[in-house]
C-alpha cells in the first residue's frame, strides 16, 4: 500500500545534539510536510516542500532544518535540540498544494 | 483561514449516530471545510471536506449549512474505533498548503 513512513517511531537524544528524524512516501506526492504536536496541543506546521521549492513558516525557530535530497524522502534536522523540542514531529504529504493531505505515524522525540 | 470553534469533547454510544459541530462564522467564498482526525498516538487522517454542498464518503456525512457559517461530521454508526480527536479546519485549495489544526473535539465512544 501506498503510504507514508517515519523513522525511527521514538527517538532519545540528549540535550544540544544534533538529531535527525527521516520520512519517505511512496505515494509520489509533490509536497512534503513537518509539522510539530506537542503534549495535549494540535500539530503546528514547520515548513513544507513543494518539489525542491522550500517554504519555511514565520515563526518556525532557526533550530530547525529540513532537506528534500529526492522526491520519496525528507528530512528533520534539529541542530541543537532543547527540551522544549520534545514534541512528536509528524511527516505529511500531498499530491499538490492545497489537496488532502496524508500523515505519517510520526516520531516521538524525547530530550534529555 | 477563518478561525473555527468545536466543543471540547462528547461522547456517544456504540452504534449510535456521532454528529460533531463545527462553527466558522468568517470563513470566506473560497474557503472549503475540512475534517481530520486523530487517534491516540497516530498521525492525523483526513475525513472529508467541502466548500457548499453536502458531501458523503465511506467514513463520513458532511452537512454545510447555506450561510456556510457553520457544518456538522456525521459518522452514521460509531464504533469504539472512532474514538479520536476530531480536527475541522477551514482553509483554501489551490495556493494554499497549510492546515491551521485548532483544539478539536475529542470524540469517545463508549459501549
Known amino acids: 500500500d501506498a503510504m507514508v513512513i517515519q523513522n525511527p517511531r521514538y527517538q532519545v537524544t540528549q540535550f544540544g545534539k544534533p538529531v535527525t528524524l527521516s520520512c519517505s512516501q511512496t505515494l509520489n506526492h509533490n509536497v512534503m510536510y513537518w509539522y510539530q504536536q506537542k503534549s495535549s496541543q494540535a500539530p503546528k506546521l514547520l515548513f513544507h516542500y513543494y518539489d525542491k521549492d522550500f517554504n519555511n513558516e514565520a515563526d518556525t525557530p532557526d533550530n530547525f532544518q529540513s532537506r528534500r535530497p529526492n522526491t520519496s524522502f525528507c528530512f528533520l534536522d534539529i541542530r541543537s535540540p532543547g527540551l522544549g523540542d520534545a514534541a512528536m514531529y509528524l511527516c505529511?504529504?500531498?499530491?499538490?498544494?492545497?489537496?488532502?493531505?496524508?500523515f505519517g505515524p510520526g516520531t516521538r522525540l524525547t530530550v534529555l | 483561514d477563518a478561525k473555527t470553534t468545536q466543543p471540547t469533547s462528547m461522547d456517544c454510544a456504540e452504534g449510535r449516530a456521532a454528529n460533531l459541530p463545527c462553527n466558522h462564522s468568517?470563513?470566506?467564498?473560497?474557503?472549503?471545510v475540512y475534517w481530520y482526525r486523530q487517534i491516540h498516538s497516530q498521525g492525523p487522517q483526513y475525513i472529508i471536506h467541502g466548500l457548499k454542498n453536502n458531501e458523503t464518503n465511506e467514513m463520513a456525512s458532511l452537512i454545510i449549512t447555506e450561510d456556510r457559517k457553520s457544518s456538522t461530521l456525521i459518522l452514521p454508526h460509531a464504533t469504539l474505533r472512532d474514538t479520536a480527536v476530531y480536527y475541522c479546519?477551514?482553509?483554501?485549495?489551490?495556493?494554499?498548503?497549510?492546515?491551521?489544526f485548532g483544539t478539536g473535539t475529542r470524540l469517545q465512544v463508549t459501549l
Open positions: 479546519i477551514v482553509r483554501e485549495t489551490g495556493t494554499a498548503s497549510k492546515l491551521t
Open positions: 505529511a504529504t500531498s499530491r499538490d498544494r492545497g489537496t488532502e493531505q496524508f
Open positions: 468568517t470563513i470566506s467564498g473560497n474557503e472549503y
